[in-house]
């Protein structure tokens, strides 16, 4: 079966710009995460879907932050501005009971 | 959450067996230990999880001993490619949400 897609891999933009990232979940998991993962961090959950609804987003900066996943399929999390401190990779994970499956990655440089 | 302590970093021969501690004193009798590592630049990736038996999958085998307090994750044949951080999580029962410790690097070698 094919796994967590992520897109782009890698995106480096400069402080007070945009970005977005895409997410397409494995086939018929139901819920959804973003986690953002520091540089020698174990990663850190930004926002958990289930379905097209929102679990969890306490850990979300929603000053700048913002997530969606309208036909509770694929998802979109977006940073608007950029911060240096947002340099990160951004983790989607999805899951059909309690194990995570996770994809690859999006690294973000912020310069 | 039920905090979980492992130890910083470990070494193993390659084709030895690996066997990863984990202490979680505070976890509660409906809490699973879970299991994930994750590879240099990859995603992490789920291993195996328990509630109070062992259990055993493709990739490795968990002894979870009976007072649920501690854990082991055994990787029975270590490769090189066994290389990685290996997070022993207790997520809260309600919902999924995973909080990454630091983990346990574990280093393979020839």
């Known amino acids: 079966e094919a796994g967590v897609a992520q897109s782009p891999r890698y995106k480096i933009i400069e402080k007070r710009q945009s970005v977005a990232f895409w997410c397409n979940p494995i086939s018929g998991h139901a819920t959804l995460y973003w986690y953002q993962q520091i540089l020698g961090q174990g990663p850190k959950l930004l926002i958990q879907f289930q379905n097209n609804g929102v679990v969890d987003d306490s850990q979300l900066p929603k000053d700048r932050f913002s997530a969606e996943r309208l036909k509770g399929v694929d998802s979109t999390l977006k940073i608007q501005p950029a911060k240096l401190e947002d340099s990160a990779v951004y983790l989607c994970?999805?899951?059909?009971?309690?194990?995570?499956?996770f994809g690859p990655g999006t690294r973000l440089t912020v310069l | 959450d039920a905090k979980t302590t492992q130890p910083t970093s470990m070494d193993c021969a390659e084709g030895r067996a690996a066997n990863l501690p984990c202490n979680h004193s505070t976890i509660s009798g409906n809490e699973y230990v879970y299991w994930y590592r994750q590879i240099h630049s990859q995603g992490p990736q789920y291993i195996i999880h328990g509630l109070k038996n062992n259990e055993t999958n493709e990739m490795a085998s968990l002894i979870i001993t009976e007072d649920r307090k501690s854990s082991t994750l055994i990787l029975p044949h270590a490769t090189l490619r066994d290389t990685a951080v290996y997070y022993c999580i207790v997520p809260p029962p309600s919902w999924g949400k995973l909080q990454f410790g630091a983990g346990t690097q574990v280093v393979v070698t020839p």
């Open positions: 994970a999805s899951s059909l009971d309690l194990a995570q499956y």
